[in-house]
């Protein structure tokens, strides 16, 4: 099993650092973690010519990390070690990939933005690039975890999520829920009686559930298989999760499946570019 010993949280100096901090002092006093690096990204390059002149007279890294410094001894409360980390990169995600393999880094956290804020530090880059785990946080979440779902497609890259929900309830003692979002295909419903193959389907998929649930050994969970009906595979397992009172909604970054597609590229990317009210574990 694999352990959670050193925890990376990517700040943007935005509103949503301070819910990112609470939440990264929440998981460190749950999982006791080793270390966990705050870092921040200075991008001079943004900064407009107009304010060259005025900022010239400034340590803008001091200012900034003075900054950040507060924010986390206000906000951060756990006993872990902490430390904070300013760079000057071009290129966020390179950076942050960096740290990540310099510090051995288990666990990525980074922010997870509504849409009117912009798409925050999170991109398919950044997924690609990481070798390590990546929870994206949302604004004001629940710092309890009490309830977490699993997403899997009962490919053997989704177990993966399984070996890590099953560590995270060693913790916290939480209900873990495994699910399946299925969609009838659509290259058959214009030919087949959807009243007949629905219940199929449904059938088949619980058929594999209870295989795979075996043959994975994956045991004190509750099986739940879901139609996708209309919605998109990711749209379906936020809302259904959301409804529920999941505090943590967990998926693979990749795996392939007939009647569902927790594929990276795919759901799992879809996942990040949504505004979620909870937050999303990608499990490596």
């Not at 849409?115 to 991109?123: H, R, W």
């Not at 950044?126 to 070798?131: G, N, T, V």
């Not at 913790?171 to 399946?180: D, E, L, Q």
């Not at 559930?209 to 004190?220: C, G, M």
């Amino acid at each position: 099993m694999k352990n959670i010993d050193n925890i990376l949280v990517a700040l943007d100096l935005t509103s949503t650092d301070t819910d990112i901090i609470r939440y990264a002092s929440f998981l460190a006093d749950t999982l006791k973690p080793k270390n966990i690096y705050f870092v921040h990204n200075i991008k001079k390059y943004e900064i407009s010519d107009l304010f060259q002149e005025q900022l010239k007279n400034f340590n803008l890294e001091k200012l900034i990390s003075d900054e950040l410094d507060e924010k986390v001894a206000t906000h951060f409360k756990a006993e872990t070690p902490s430390k904070v980390l300013i760079s000057e990169d071009p290129y966020t995600e390179s950076l942050i990939n960096y740290i990540a393999n310099k510090y051995e880094i288990d666990l990525v956290m980074v922010g997870n933005k509504s849409k009117n804020q912009g798409t925050g530090i999170v991109s398919d880059k950044l997924m690609r690039l990481l070798k390590c785990d990546i929870l994206s946080v949302p604004e004001n979440a629940r710092l309890s975890m009490d309830n977490i779902w699993g997403g899997t497609d009962f490919s053997k890259e989704s177990a993966k999520v399984f070996q890590l929900t099953s560590i995270l309830a060693n913790y916290t003692g939480a209900k873990i829920t495994a699910v399946n979002i299925y969609n009838v295909p659509v290259q058959f419903t214009p030919y087949l009686n959807k009243e007949e193959i629905v219940p199929k389907i449904e059938k088949h998929t619980r058929e594999k559930f209870e295989k795979f649930l075996k043959k994975n050994k994956i045991t004190d969970c509750e099986m739940k298989v879901i139609r996708g009906r209309e919605a998109s595979i990711a749209e379906k397992m936020t809302i259904e999760a959301e409804k529920s009172g999941a505090d943590l909604l967990v998926v693979a970054d990749k795996g392939g499946n007939v009647f569902s597609s927790l594929l990276v590229g795919s759901v799992t990317d879809e996942l990040f570019d949504r505004t979620l009210k909870i937050p999303l574990w990608i499990v490596k």
